[in-house]
């Protein structure tokens, strides 16, 4: 693939402007407009930029083990720097609207949502109706609101053990007037779009969802065993796919409860990093390789962080 390519992929699948790109490159928005063009040729640094922002945005399934090292690391610094993430958040207000803010655009974003940032500040905190945007993606914000708000007081009041009805809760929540059967596990087959990864019979679905809230429950005393955790029963979760419609925000939100439980920050999921995202949880549910959706989520704990530390 050449650069003119890859560049054009990047622009085109992680919604990033040309003058975006051009300040994440460090170029003008002139070079980068030519090189898009095919107009002129990056130069070898400029090659080795683009090229690591291309398997940032699309995945890069080849990390080893030993690769994590460095991000354990520097988890194990964040979390002596801020030993409560959860307590920082339900206690200061201006900190968990940004955390909502910014929950509530990237997840629904990667599900398709066209608000951007401050449409969704307007609707959530000023209760604006945007114009020539639907229904559904207002209700979608505002669900993501309440159900959010609903996971934060589970973690309060209940140690951060789950159970089927907290799940369909959140999914109830969520969907509430935009599913007829919002909450209810679905009664009939579903394919993931655009992958190629088998889900739950919908007559074991009972039986897988037993078995993952098991895992789920579970305690891990290392920390990358913990972000592991995380990531595993993410995959394990999403490939179940539960309900009919909703399962990526629910599972994301469920990612939060693992987060907190082991003193870190939330995890984030950037809508930039949609085919990232998908690449690793494909590479963790089809061909058992765990440790690329684990670095990934590592990524997304220290996006988490940021959150805290605005």
């Known amino acids: 693939m050449t650069t003119t390519q890859k560049l054009q992929r990047i622009q085109k699948y992680s919604g990033k402007t040309q003058e975006e790109l051009a300040r994440n490159l460090g170029v003008s928005f002139p070079t980068l407009n030519s090189w898009i063009n095919g107009k002129s040729q990056a130069r070898s640094k400029a090659i080795e930029k683009i090229s690591s922002l291309y ?4 995945g890069d399934t080849s990390i080893e083990l030993h690769e994590l090292d460095e991000k354990i690391e520097k988890l194990k610094q964040l979390q002596k720097q801020f030993s ?14 940004n955390f909502l803010l910014s929950l509530t655009y990237h997840t629904n974003s990667i599900e398709g949502s066209t608000f951007n940032e401050p449409d969704v500040k307007a609707v959530l905190f000023d209760d604006v109706t945007i114009p020539n945007k639907s229904v559904r993606e207002h209700q979608e914000a505002k669900n993501h609101q309440g159900a959010l708000g609903f996971v934060m007081r589970w973690i309060r009041d209940n140690n951060n053990i789950i159970d089927e009805e907290f799940i369909k809760h959140i999914h109830q929540i969520l969907m509430n007037g935009i599913m007829h059967n919002a909450g209810e ?9 655009g992958v190629n990864v088998p889900t739950s019979n ?5 039986k897988h969802m037993i078995k993952y809230i098991d895992t789920f429950n579970q305690f891990q005393k290392k920390s990358l065993a913990q972000v592991e955790q995380i990531a595993q029963t993410h995959a394990q979760f999403e490939q179940i796919h539960p309900f009919s419609d909703g399962n990526g925000r629910v599972g994301r939100l469920l990612m939060l409860i693992l987060a907190f439980k082991y003193n870190m920050a939330p995890v984030l999921i950037k809508k930039e990093r949609k085919q990232a995202y998908y690449t690793y949880l494909e590479e963790s549910q089809v061909k058992t390789n765990h440790i ?5 989520i590592f990524d997304a704990l220290f996006e988490g962080y940021k959150l805290i530390t605005a």
């Open 55 to 58: 398997h940032e945005t699309f």
């Open 185 to 193: 596990y679905r009664n009939h087959s579903v394919r993931i779009a």
């Open 292 to 296: 690329p959706l684990t670095s990934f």
């Open 202 to 206: 919908h007559l074991s679905i009972d």
């Open 84 to 97: 409560e993430p959860f307590s920082i958040l339900m206690s200061k207000k201006d900190i968990y609207d």
